[in-house]
T-cell receptor, first 112, second 113 residues
Framework: EDQVTQSPEALRLQEGESSSLNCSYTVSGLRGLFWYRQDPGKGPEFLFTLYSAGEEKEKERLKATLTKKESFLHITAPKPEDSATYLC?????????????FGAGTQVVVTP | NAGVTQTPKFQVLKTGQSMTLQCAQDMNHEYMSWYRQDPGMGLRLIHYSVGAGITDQGEVPNGYNVSRSTTEDFPLRLLSAAPSQTSVYFCASWGGGPIDTQYFGPGTRLTVL
């Protein structure tokens, strides 16, 4: 069965203080690994999809990387508007269509 | 495009009551799904659909029914609400294959007393 573990559970950063979030996964044949951002009271918002080890994707201050066992979401020089919960999800090759296995998320707070 | 819409935004039920959570999308996506989100547990798949008339169970289907009569709509029915169904429910849709990007609605916060 697919498993996704995110760490840390919560992260408090000063504005401009770069850091990384971790997503460790166990899956039988990775089809894709997804990163989402979720603001309080809202639905998850898509950030990235990674398909194979070594792949990297960037969007503004965010950069996602992927290895065979984990993914990192690097936040460079964060701003208060980067405060959110970041969710990681995977889909394995034996999963039925549409089934994403989500981690519990990392809550990020960026203070001015 | 409105994207994925959900109604109601909040709902309080008594144990044993039934209700339907509405989900609609205007992106002409074939695939739709329902998740529930509970503190510390992440999002868990309840049911999903790969097209009109076709639905299947996810990880936590007990106590919920779905149907898909049109491409646009995918309602989730609670047959007899229980306190364990207190949660935030999200609907999602996507247009491509199994690893296409899923777009989520704003959620329905349900409390069962």
């Amino acid at each position: 069965e697919d498993q996704v573990t995110q760490s840390p559970e919560a992260l408090r950063l000063q504005e401009g203080e770069s850091s990384s979030l971790n997503c460790s996964y166990t899956v039988s044949g990775l089809r894709g690994l997804f990163w989402y951002r979720q603001d309080p009271g809202k639905g998850p918002e898509f950030l990235f999809t990674l398909y194979s080890a070594g792949e990297e994707k960037e969007k503004e201050r965010l950069k996602a990387t992927l290895t065979k066992k984990e993914s990192f979401l690097h936040i460079t020089a964060p701003k208060p508007e980067d405060s959110a919960t970041y969710l990681c999800a995977v889909q394995g090759s034996t999963d039925s269509w549409g089934k994403l296995q989500f981690g519990a998320g990392t809550q990020v707070v960026v203070t001015p | 495009n409105a994207g994925v819409t959900q109604t109601p935004k909040f709902q309080v039920l008594k144990t044993g009551q039934s209700m339907t959570l509405q989900c609609a999308q205007d992106m002409n996506h074939e695939y739709m799904s329902w998740y529930r989100q509970d503190p510390g547990m992440g999002l868990r798949l309840i049911h999903y659909s790969v097209g009109a008339g076709i639905t299947d169970q996810g990880e936590v289907p007990n106590g919920y029914n779905v149907s898909r009569s049109t491409t646009e709509d995918f309602p989730l029915r609670l047959l007899s609400a229980a306190p364990s169904q207190t949660s935030v429910y999200f609907c999602a849709s996507w247009g491509g294959g199994p690893i296409d990007t899923q777009y989520f609605g704003p959620g329905t916060r349900l409390t069962v007393l």
